[in-house]
Each structure stands twice: as C-alpha cells, then as structure tokens.
C-alpha cells in the first residue's frame, strides 16, 4: 500500500519539523505504515512491521519495542531486539517505570541509564539495561484512549534528537490508531486474546531467528529480516515458517544421531 495525500501533507510537516535529515525518513515511515487493518489479524504484523521500520529510520535507535496494555496487563505486542525484553519485564512486575509511566500518565519519557536515573527507584534497582544507555517511551493514544508505549533503545547516550522525536511522535501515533482500530474492530478482550497467542508463537521464531544465526553467522536482526523475507515469498504466516525450520533442525538432528 503506498501513502496517500494527507500521508505526503504528513511528511511535509515534518519536513518542516525535522529538516532535510528527516524528510527522507519521513517518508519511509509514511510508506510502511501506510494503510489500515483489515481484520483482527492484521495487528501483529503491523506492529512488526512499524518497529521494523522505527528501527531502520530512527537514527540513533538500536532496539524498538511496543507495549501494549489490554484487560490491564501490559505485554510487549512487538519487538526487534528480545535482549530489551528483560528491560519491560522488570517493568511489568514492580508495577512501574517509563514505559508503564507514559502509558498512565500520557507522557514522554526519556531515560539515561548511566545518568543517575531516580525515577521509578524499583525498577532501576532491579534493571540491567545491558548495552542500553537510553530509552525513549511515548504514550501510544488515539482518539483520547491510550493502549501502551512506544519504546526506544539506544546504545549510545543522548541517542535521540528534536528530529528523531518529531519522528516517532508520528510512527507512535501510527501505532495508537491501529490498536484503536483493532479494538474497535474486534473488542479489547479479543485483542488481548491476540496478544497472548502472538507471545506464544513469538518463542518459536526466536528458537528460528537462532538457527539461523548460528547457520549464517549472522545478527539477530538480520536473521529476522531473512526470516520475514522468507516468510513473504513463500506466502507463510511468520509463526508457521519458523515452526517449520525448527521441525526440520529438530529432525536432522535426531536423524544424525
């Protein structure tokens, strides 16, 4: 699906906003999160294709996530980097941090791990950022509802700048009308339903994304590109591609045995 008028009007403002560094990105983005849901179905890949695409356009960005909080449990709907999944799981279990924050409290958060951070003492203490240095949440609202978070990770500090954030603010916005369609659609409890079995199928595309890491001596983000490239030539759902390759590892080596 390519952008329409009111895309390109979009991309303009922030143009205008960002300068000729963002304008280029802009687009991008305004390409790959063109379009609407059809269906329940069409969220997650959604959500996987809006990271995917934050990710490769944000400069500083190393790491993108979304939390989403349905039936009042927070979940992590999408994600490019698993390594940032500890990082929202402490989170989710002390009940607070910047993620949670900006989805209560409508708010952006910027965090610098290694600048003596004091908010949200709980989940600083029990936090290992690892490599992560900064983190970037936005509240994820549309329609005077909020879902979740948008969450960025950067390895460096200070990774974000005035036209990163003018940037995500609109991938952001992206994302919010898109759960907001999807419950529309189909109702919170259906969606949160959705996120639970996409959680589920999510560990056996990890189990994948490794087989093809040590197959090709290649990073993880590259081994999902290939996965999801794979997955579209042939016309597979992710889930079941990467099932397959896990069926078909397991049964070499049983027969090597």
């Given at each position: 699906m390519g952008t329409t008028d009111e895309d390109a009007r979009e991309a303009e403002a922030l143009y205008d906003d960002a300068g000729q560094r963002g304008l280029g990105a802009a687009k991008r983005l305004m390409d790959d999160l063109a379009g609407n849901l059809e269906g329940l179905d069409d969220l997650t890949p959604y959500l996987e294709r809006l990271v995917q695409s934050v990710n490769a356009n944000i400069d500083g960005c190393d790491c993108v996530g979304v939390t989403v909080v349905m039936e009042d449990r927070p979940r992590t709907a999408a994600y490019t980097t698993a390594g940032t999944l500890e990082i929202d799981a402490v989170q989710y279990a002390v009940g607070d941090g910047p993620c949670l924050d900006a989805f209560r409290n409508g708010r952006?958060?910027?965090?610098?791990?290694?600048?003596?951070?004091?908010?949200?003492?709980?989940?600083?203490?029990?936090c290992d950022?690892?490599?992560?240095?900064?983190?970037?949440?936005?509240?994820?609202?549309?329609?005077?509802?909020?879902?979740?978070?948008?969450?960025?990770?950067?390895?460096?500090?200070?990774?974000?700048?005035?036209?990163?954030?003018?940037?995500?603010?609109?991938?952001?916005?992206?994302?919010?009308?898109?759960?907001?369609?999807?419950?529309?659609?189909?109702?919170?409890r259906e969606v949160a339903g959705q996120m639970e079995q996409a959680m589920a199928s999510r560990a056996v595309i990890e189990q994948a994304k490794g087989l093809l890491m040590g197959r090709h001596q290649i990073d993880e983000m590259v081994a999902f590109e290939l996965l999801?490239?794979?997955?579209?030539?042939?016309?597979?759902?992710?889930?079941?591609?990467?099932?397959?390759?896990?069926?078909?590892?397991?049964?070499?080596?049983s027969e090597a045995m």
């Open positions: 952006e958060n910027l965090v610098d791990f290694a600048g003596g951070e004091e908010r949200w003492p709980a989940f600083i203490e029990g950022p690892g490599d992560v240095q900064t983190l970037l949440a936005l509240p994820l609202e549309s329609d005077q509802r909020r879902f979740g978070a948008l969450n960025l990770y950067g390895y460096a500090r200070n990774a974000f700048d005035h036209t990163d954030l003018a940037l995500v603010r609109m991938a952001a916005q992206r994302a919010a009308d898109a759960l907001a369609a999807a419950v529309d659609l189909a109702g919170a999801r490239r794979q997955s579209q030539e042939q016309n597979l759902k992710l889930r079941v591609l990467a099932a397959q390759l896990v069926a078909e590892a397991r049964s070499s080596r």
